[in-house]
């Protein structure tokens, strides 16, 4: 709509003076705006969160690679355990059907361990890696889905343009894309960040505790790069593993029986 | 005695008495032979053509076409006697599959008439056109259009019109008219009997006592008849006079909702295909929604102007009505066909049907509320109509203690909404269940392990060739099968960490009790 030209000239001396400032507090409206928009997942780890500027940022792709082949477990956990922690939207899981058949399907009781409701998940199997980047940018455009993984083996088919379209459906939606790689990705790409994923040695002095990752920040838009070794429990989200002791247990004599528990 | 007609059905009885010769022909068979057995001559005489099935010990004819009947051939000859009558006879064997399929391709095609339609097999088929001959300009105008298509794609063909299927069976085939508007009884008195449908032996025995018509039975007295061949005569006279109610049982279910649009010029572009499609769901629409039902399998048939017909079937989730989404979802469906549709010569009927309805309540108008689900459910309905429902899963939890079997990925299309995890959360807690893999292989991989006590955790092994120390192992966790399947020996689950980090779920098939040398197997990965 115009506004009438005789009022605009009449103004025109003071036009800077007064325009200039409006166009600024615009500009700070627009700014705080899009930072509020995308949120961010923190990992609960502060050295971590302030590079990346608070946490993973949503709306945005993110790629996690591990660094060989049979790391990829570790990987998926990692993604996963962001996923957990995003809203309580659907997750969609997008595979090939090789990494399925390679890496192993997902299991319901362990997703339910790391903490994704098993109820929050759909499971696509595409034949082909370009179904798998097609059937991410659809889950991407859906507003009932809040993550997306796109998991591919070996490294083909996903160029500059393909991560780039990623990038622009996660932004407009605010879902959290991953795409999950077997091995590290050689290309270009449009990704907000880019992590090498891969198990590290458990801290827990009997038997295996919980995850541990060995994570590797390779690229980030927002800051600096880093590399960190990462323990995640469910509860606390990640903490940074260190040669801490176990909870000691209780003296003995407090200590329920556990067979009075049962009962 | 008047004939009471029960039913106000009208039957067109499509006979193909040339089936199988005519299929021979259409595939260029028969040219390819010709011109093998005598490249020189390649007179445009046309020599016979026999199909020839094996009858006891002996080959006989069981089809042939024109040219051989013109010449003398008749059908059971055997195929000896046939070949030296005419040596330049060309004979095929007989092949009722292909025959059946033919049969099947042309029934489809018949469907733009009539949606009752059942196959009369060998080389038959029934249309029940009540009520709607009118669209095609009377009986007479539909029929003369079939034939003409028939004719068209090289078929020979004769059809009959009547008030019963018994009467319309026997008019194609015995009866001297094409069509026949009523009067069954007078009609069929002079067809011979076996133009009742009855078995040979029973025309066998009728034709010994001097009855060779039809008119001959009609008036006979109803119970030494009865005595004498059974009951099953009177019922087939019965039948084609109208006097008992014969139903015709389709071939393929009547769909509840059908919307419809005939083109006098075909259409051929995906892009015009869809636009129809939209065009019909919205008259779907208004059916749908005056009885409070929504779509859940929906099919569209495009019938192509050589005869083909193209069928194309998509599900939804959830019940719907909108045009639009019915639109997206074809056009999902049309992008992933393996084989990109065919047009040929293009389409002049687009059909699209609701093969299944389910209740619907009308639906308010969003102010914005809660409807995240059916906004899953749409990407849901995309995603598997374009990759296939089965690709497209969720989780369900069962009630199993069998790890491969505790969680089932179940089509996100028909999986319940409540499944089951609360429940398995509440066992797992009660029953203090050790860590489940997040990730399991479809079938557990064998693996070479190195165990240093008998029932202990494996020292070291190898899995895809890649050796692997364990430094931390927790277990073991026993899961016997259950007794009333053959789940073979108890396993012995363990968790173990490699030198790496790695985390691994393996398990020990058998006790060393048991056997000498237990296998080991490797069944999932940790994160």
């Given at each position: 709509m115009l506004v009438s030209p005789p009022l605009l000239v009449s103004d025109a001396p003071s036009e800077g003076k007064n325009l200039h400032p409006l166009r600024q507090a615009i500009r700070a409206c627009e700014a705080s705006g899009a930072r509020g928009e995308a949120d961010v997942i923190p990992l609960g780890v502060p050295a971590i969160d302030d590079v990346l500027g608070g946490g993973l940022i949503c709306g945005a792709l993110h790629e996690i690679a591990a660094p060989r082949e049979p790391d990829i477990a570790a990987a998926s956990g990692f993604v996963l355990a962001f996923a957990a922690h995003a809203s309580r939207k659907a997750a969609l899981w997008i595979a090939e059907d090789m990494a399925l058949i390679e890496s192993g399907a997902p299991h319901g009781p362990g997703l339910d361990a790391l903490g994704l409701a098993p109820e929050r998940l759909v499971m696509v199997a595409a034949a082909k890696s370009r179904e798998v980047l097609w059937a991410m940018e659809e889950a991407l455009r859906c507003r009932a889905v809040s993550v997306v993984i796109g998991e591919l083996r070996g490294d083909h088919a996903v160029d500059l343009v393909a991560t780039r379209r990623l990038s622009l459906a996660a932004t407009s939606s605010g879902a959290l894309a991953f795409l999950l790689r077997s091995t590290p990705p050689s290309q270009a790409s449009a990704a907000a960040t880019r992590w090498i994923v891969g198990p590290a040695p458990s801290m827990a002095p009997h038997g295996p505790g919980p995850p541990c990752f060995a994570v590797?920040?390779?690229?980030?838009r927002r800051g600096p790069l880093g590399a960190w070794m990462l323990e995640y429990r469910r509860e606390q989200h990640f903490r940074l593993a260190s040669a801490h002791p176990e909870p000691l247990a209780q003296p003995a004599l407090d200590r329920p029986h556990r067979a009075a528990r049962v009962a | 005695m008047s004939s009471i007609s029960v039913s106000r059905q009208r039957i067109l009885s499509l006979w193909l008495n040339r089936l199988s010769t005519d299929r021979i022909v259409r595939q260029g068979l028969h040219d390819q032979r010709k011109a093998a057995a005598s490249p020189a001559s390649s007179s445009p005489a046309a020599s016979p053509l026999a199909v020839a099935g094996k009858h006891g010990n002996v080959e006989r004819l069981v089809a042939i076409d024109a040219v051989a009947e013109r010449r003398g051939l008749r059908l059971g000859l055997a195929l000896a006697e046939a070949r030296a009558m005419h040596p330049d006879l060309t004979v095929f064997a007989q092949d009722a599959a292909a025959d059946a399929r033919l049969l099947d391709g042309i029934a489809d095609g018949c469907q733009r008439y009539t949606p009752l339609i059942a196959a009369d097999p060998p080389d038959g088929i029934l249309l029940d056109i009540g009520g709607c001959a009118h669209l095609f300009g009377g009986e007479a105008g539909l029929a003369a259009d079939l034939a003409s298509r028939l004719n068209a794609l090289g078929f020979a063909l004769r059809i009959a019109i009547a008030g019963t299927i018994g009467a319309a069976w026997a008019t194609a085939r015995f009866g001297p008219a094409m069509l026949q508007a009523s009067g069954e009884e007078r009609k069929l008195a002079p067809l011979p009997l076996a133009a009742l449908r009855l078995d040979a032996e029973t025309v066998a025995g009728l034709a010994r006592v001097g009855l060779k018509r039809i008119g001959d039975i009609i008036d006979l007295p109803r119970a030494p008849l009865a005595a004498r061949f059974g009951t099953a005569l009177l019922r087939q006279l019965d039948r084609a006079l109208g006097r008992e109610h014969e139903p015709l049982t389709p071939r393929l279910p009547v769909a509840p909702y059908v919307a419809e649009q005939r083109f006098a010029e075909p259409i051929a572009r995906e892009e015009d295909v869809l636009a129809v499609l939209e065009r019909l769901a919205s008259r779907l629409k208004s059916a749908l929604e005056r009885k409070g039902d929504g779509a859940r399998h929906l099919e569209l048939a495009l019938f192509r102007t050589d005869g083909a017909v193209a069928r194309i079937a998509a599900g939804t989730s959830r019940p719907i009505r909108n045009p639009q989404d019915i639109r997206a979802l074809f056009a999902e469906r049309l992008a992933g066909l393996a084989d990109p549709l065919d047009p040929g010569f293009g389409f002049d009927l687009v059909r699209l049907c609701v093969l299944t309805a389910e209740p619907s309540p009308p639906e308010q108008i969003g102010f914005g509320g809660n409807d995240d689900a059916a906004e899953l459910d749409r990407l849901v309905d995309r995603l598997s109509a374009r990759l296939g429902r089965r690709r497209v899963t969720r989780l369900v939890a069962q009630d199993s203690h069998i790890p491969e079997l505790a969680s089932a990925t179940v089509s996100a299309q028909v999986a319940p909404d409540d499944s089951d995890w609360d429940a398995f959360r509440a066992f797992r807690d009660t029953a203090d269940l050790s860590a489940r893999p997040l990730r399991l292989l479809a079938k557990p991989e064998p693996i070479e392990a190195l165990a240093m006590v008998p029932d202990g955790p494996p020292l070291r092994f190898r899995w895809r060739r890649a050796l692997h120390e364990v430094v931390a192992a927790e277990g073991p966790e026993r899961i016997e099968g259950a007794w009333w399947s053959e789940g073979g020996p108890a396993r012995d689950y363990f968790r173990v960490e490699d030198k790496t980090g790695l985390r691994f779920w393996l398990f020990r098939h058998g006790l060393y009790r048991d056997t000498k040398t237990p296998l080991w197997f490797l069944h999932g990965t940790f994160a």
């Open positions: 590797e920040l390779k690229r980030n | -």
